[in-house]
């Protein structure tokens, strides 16, 4: 079992342009969830999905922020015309029972 | 909304004395309380779950839980300079078998030999 594995790990963006944020969760876990960490911030709780539908992204800004699940075995974010403020590191989780197992974490910063 | 309020925000122990940290939630009907560590750009590692009042322990980790009180604490037993992280708190209401977590700021833990 490798655990949640997060791709890529580091990503340098400039301002304005795109970035595609994955996720593979643990086999046989039916939710994936998307956090976003910051230093003011903490963990922010930004979207999750059970068995591939989108239950709940109270937590995704509204604009240029979206997610995907189209199969089980991976879950994207997407980030379009990112800003300085996006710069954070972003975290997949999936869950078992409740627990959230989470992965390493990709580092976004925008320049 | 959930809130979740950590503390103290940060805390020196020595190597062998008890840890204790504190957790607030502002929403009686959690169920779902869990206490994660974070080493430095490392990974979250769940240490301790509870879902009833009372006390629940795995290995040098206790967690204390009253609802009624809205609080959640964690104990660390014996605490070792390895134990030098930041410890974050987390809640939610499960419905079905999963819910979102809502975290608190952390504790930033730091062991002294």
């Known amino acids: 079992n490798a655990g949640v594995i997060q791709t890529p790990r580091h990503k340098v963006t400039g301002k304005g342009q795109e970035a595609t944020l994955w996720c593979e969760p643990i086999?046989?876990?039916?939710?994936v969830f998307w956090y976003r960490q910051t230093i003011v911030q903490g963990l922010e709780f930004l979207t999750y999905f059970r068995n591939q539908a989108p239950i709940d992204d109270s937590g995704m800004p509204k604009e240029r922020f979206s997610a995907q699940m189209p199969n089980q075995s991976h879950s994207t974010l997407k980030i379009q015309s990112t800003q300085p403020q996006d710069s954070a590191v972003y975290l997949c989780?999936?869950?078992?029972?409740?627990?959230?197992?989470f992965g390493a974490g990709t580092r976004l910063s925008v320049l | 909304q959930q809130k979740v309020q950590q503390s103290p925000e940060s805390l020196t122990v020595s190597e062998g004395a008890m840890a204790s940290l504190n957790c607030t939630f502002s929403d009686g009907t959690s169920n779902n309380f869990r206490w994660y560590r974070q080493h430095s750009a490392k990974g979250l590692e769940v240490l301790v779950s509870?879902?009833?009042?009372g006390e629940k322990e795995e290995g040098r980790f206790t967690a204390h839980l009253n609802r009624a009180n809205l609080h959640v604490s964690l104990h660390i037993r014996e605490p070792q300079p390895s134990d030098s992280a930041v410890y974050l708190c987390?809640?939610?209401?499960?419905?079905?078998?999963?819910?979102?977590?809502?975290f608190g700021l952390g504790t930033t833990l730091q062991v002294q030999p």
């Open positions: 987390a809640v939610s209401t499960i419905t079905g078998n999963t819910g979102k977590l809502i």
């Open positions: 989780a999936s869950s078992s029972q409740g627990a959230l197992y």
């Open positions: 509870i879902f009833s009042d």
């Open positions: 086999s046989g876990h039916s939710a």
